[in-house]
């Protein structure tokens, strides 16, 4: 069992919008902030948001990320066939003392 | 080219071992810390292990079955996996922690290699 909850599936059609969410605690989500990974299985995992909202240098302004309380929310707008993939947030957990991911969404652009 | 690239990865029985190697280029392996982050296909990430200038650690669940080292003449860093598990099936990945002005900051690794896949059966 993964301490952040994300949906395990989401899908959405080439053109429109998702947004992923990733619940947590006030030990982690609560009180640290967030970062976001996309996965594509066979290459290297790609670093998309870090505390919470913001974008790594040469990440599309397609991604878009909030924060209210536990929870944190991955948007993605305009969706392209090449945003399908997995994606997990991660927290530092005061408590666990270490870090923390959620257990991943799989995204399909149908 | 910023990259890391990891080997050593294959198939193992139950109780082996196998030394994973991460190759760091594009940037110095000083002043950074370099992390092992597994993946099991399906299921969440996990974090293993980093280590730095003056410092190493380990997560709870392989505590005392993993050791990591580094060459840095050779720009690499080694994780020694022993006493392996069907559970320890997954792709191992190396990740650079993102550091900024002096700073870094824990949950966020700013560069990933493709990983290396360890199956461990019979």
């Known amino acids: 069992q993964s301490v952040l909850t994300q949906p395990p599936s989401m899908s959405a059609a080439p053109g429109q919008s998702v947004t992923i969410s990733c619940s947590g605690s006030g030990s982690n989500i609560g009180s640290n902030t967030v970062s976001w990974y996309q996965l594509v299985p066979g290459t290297a995992p790609k670093f998309v948001m870090y505390n919470n909202d913001q974008r790594p240098p040469g990440v599309t302004d397609r991604f878009s990320a909030s924060k209210s309380g536990t929870s944190v929310f991955l948007a993605i707008s305009g969706l392209q066939a090449d945003d399908e993939a997995d994606y997990f947030c991660t927290s530092w957990d005061d408590i666990l003392n270490g870090v923390v991911f959620g257990g991943g969404t799989k995204l399909t652009v149908l | 080219q910023v990259q890391l690239v990891e080997s050593g990865g294959g198939l193992v029985k139950p109780g082996g071992s196998l030394k994973l190697s991460c190759v760091v280029s594009g940037f110095p392996l000083n002043d950074n810390y370099i992390n092992w982050i597994r993946h099991v296909p399906g299921k969440g990430l996990e974090w293993l292990s980093y280590?730095?200038?003056?410092?190493?650690m380990f997560a709870d669940s392989v505590k005392g079955r993993v050791t990591i080292s580094r060459d840095t003449a050779k720009k690499s860093v080694y994780l020694q996996l022993n006493s392996l598990r069907a559970e320890d099936t997954a792709v191992y990945h190396c990740?650079?922690?993102?550091?900024?002005?002096?700073?870094?900051?824990?949950?966020?690794?700013?560069?990933w290699g493709q990983g290396t896949l360890v199956t461990v059966s019979s």
């Open positions: 280590i730095s200038d003056n410092d190493k």
């Open positions: 990740a650079r922690l993102r550091c900024s002005d002096g700073s870094c900051f824990w949950g966020q690794f700013d560069l």
